[in-house]
C-alpha cells in the first residue's frame, strides 16, 4: 500500500464550485505539506502543517485553505475554484526529526476548473 | 530565500547515451540537495540527495549527481540512459531544519530508441 495517499486522482468542476483535496499517510510523519506543479514553475508550496495544531501559509496560499484533521490527514481546499487552479497538486509529508527535510509525495491530484 | 534553476526544459537522448541534466543553486549556506523523478501520472520519487561528505553521490536507478560548490551546481548524470528513464526531473534545494524547500522548473527526458 502507497505511504500518502491522495483523493480523488482527477477532478473536474466549475469556477466558483467549493472543492476539497484529501491526503492521508501511513508514514507516521508530523509534517505535511501541500504543493501545485504548474508547467514550467515546478512546485509551489501552498501551505504546510508541522502538527495537527500548527498550520502555515506557503508561498501561494491565497484562494486556498487547509484542514488538518488528524495526524496522517491534511485536506487542501479551494472555498471559490477559478480556472487558474487548474493545475496538478501534490501532497507531502516528512519526520520532525529529519532536521534534513526529505519528503515524501503522494501521486498527485489533477484538478481542472472549467 | 534559496532558489533552484534548471536551464534546460526538455532533453533528447538516445536509448543507451549518456545523460547529464544541470542544476543551479542559489543558496548563501551550506545546501541540502535533492533530486526527484516523475513518471507520467505518477508523484516524486527520490532519486538522490545531498547533504555532506562526498561531493558525488550515488542514487537509485543508476543515476550519479556531483556537488560543485564553486559552480553552485548539482548535475544529475547517468552513464547509459534506459527507455524507462524517460520523466520529468525535479531538483530541489532545502535548508537544515527548515520546511523551505524551493524545486526548480523541471526537465522533461525524452529517450529516443
Known amino acids: 500500500d502507497a505511504d500518502v495517499t491522495q483523493t480523488p486522482r482527477n477532478r473536474i468542476t466549475k469556477t466558483g464550485k467549493r472543492i476539497m483535496l484529501e491526503c492521508s499517510q501511513t508514514k507516521g510523519h508530523d509534517r505535511m505539506y501541500w504543493y501545485r506543479q504548474d508547467p514550467g514553475l515546478g512546485l509551489r508550496l501552498i501551505y504546510y502543517s508541522f502538527d495537527v495544531k500548527d498550520i502555515n501559509k506557503g508561498e501561494i496560499s491565497d484562494g486556498y485553505s487547509v484542514s488538518r484533521q488528524a495526524q496522517a490527514k491534511f485536506s487542501l481546499s479551494l472555498e471559490s475554484a477559478i480556472p487558474n487552479q487548474t493545475a496538478l497538486y501534490f501532497c507531502?509529508?516528512?519526520?520532525?526529526?529529519?532536521?534534513?527535510?526529505?519528503?515524501?509525495f503522494g501521486p498527485g491530484t489533477r484538478l481542472t476548473v472549467l | 530565500a534559496q532558489s533552484v534553476t534548471q536551464p534546460d526544459i526538455h532533453i533528447t537522448v538516445s536509448e543507451g547515451a549518456s545523460l547529464e541534466l544541470r542544476c543551479n543553486y542559489s543558496?548563501?549556506?551550506?545546501?541540502?540537495l535533492f533530486w526527484y523523478v516523475q513518471s507520467p501520472g505518477q508523484g516524486l520519487q527520490l532519486l538522490l540527495k545531498?547533504?555532506?561528505?562526498?561531493?558525488l553521490v550515488q542514487g537509485i536507478k543508476g543515476f550519479e549527481a556531483e556537488f560543485k560548490r564553486s559552480q553552485s551546481s548539482f548535475n544529475l548524470r547517468k552513464p547509459s540512459v534506459h527507455w524507462s528513464d524517460a520523466a520529468e526531473y525535479f531538483c530541489a534545494v532545502g535548508q537544515y531544519n527548515n520546511n523551505d524547500m524551493r524545486f526548480g522548473a523541471g526537465t522533461r527526458l525524452t529517450v529516443k530508441p
Open positions: 545531498y547533504f555532506s561528505g562526498d561531493t
Open positions: 543558496y548563501g549556506a551550506t545546501p541540502y
Open positions: 507531502a509529508t516528512s519526520a520532525t526529526e529529519d532536521s534534513y527535510n526529505e519528503q515524501f
